[in-house]
């Protein structure tokens, strides 16, 4: 359903089914392919602010938003069918790697949930890449789809009030990593090394709406 805000140059496309995941590396919609193709459609589109299940639009004052809006209504009908649950485009820059260490709380659980062994559950998180959805929860905080199947699990039934940062999560069918301290819900399988944000960084958010992402078993690495 499209509809617009009380801001004009402002409107919503909302879906039912998640938009998860994207095809591009800004914006997760097939849209972006289109307009780089030259799509006059999209001429007026200043900016794409991903979510879940919606996307906001942002285009010119005063621009026409018929010609987005029936671009829209037949990308939206088969966007998310069609677009690749984690593979790079020509011309996206390569997957961004993500050393776990695989030693969160929460890892028996989750392989209890998802009748995997623990390392199993290492492997189908490591083994296929996952994409940055959108942003969200808190600055930094990278909701990632696309990863294996078998990983999709319940949040905690108890979350606790303090997170570590760099704590590496499970929920639904994403994986997130805790930019810092905080309260969250997600099941932990591991911690990661890089720092998600970082205002001295430019962009300070190290990842962006339509990365591609590996995630790498440091411990593998490390050992001889």
Do not use: K
């Not at 972006?32 to 999209?42: T, V």
């Not at 990632?144 to 905690?156: A, K, T």
């Amino acid at each position: 359903m499209l509809f617009r805000s009380h801001d004009s140059r402002h409107f919503f496309l909302n879906r039912r089914r998640p938009i998860l995941p994207g095809p591009s590396p800004r914006l997760p919609w097939p849209g972006r392919r289109s307009a780089h193709a030259g799509d006059p459609a999209f001429a007026d589109v200043l900016d794409v602010v991903p979510a879940a299940r919606t996307l906001l639009l942002v285009v010119h004052e005063g621009a026409d938003v018929a010609p987005v809006r029936t671009a829209l209504v037949t990308l939206s009908a088969d966007g998310a069918a069609s677009a690749p649950r984690a593979s790079r485009g020509p011309g996206e820059p390569h997957a961004v790697e993500i050393f776990v260490h695989y030693d969160g709380p929460d890892l028996d659980e989750i392989a209890e949930l998802t009748g995997l062994a623990p390392g199993e559950v290492v492997a189908a998180h490591t083994q296929t890449p996952w994409r940055m959805a959108f942003a969200g929860f808190a600055p930094g905080f990278a909701y990632r789809s696309g990863g294996d199947r078998r990983l999709q699990v319940p949040r905690r039934s108890e979350p606790p009030t303090s997170v570590p940062a760099g704590s590496v999560g499970l929920a639904g069918e994403c994986s997130a990593v805790y930019p810092r301290f905080s309260p969250g819900g997600w099941q932990l399988l591991g911690h990661a090394e890089p720092i998600l944000w970082d205002v001295a960084r430019q962009p300070p958010a190290l990842l962006q709406p339509g990365s591609v992402v590996r995630f790498i078993d440091a411990d593998q690495v490390a050992s001889p």
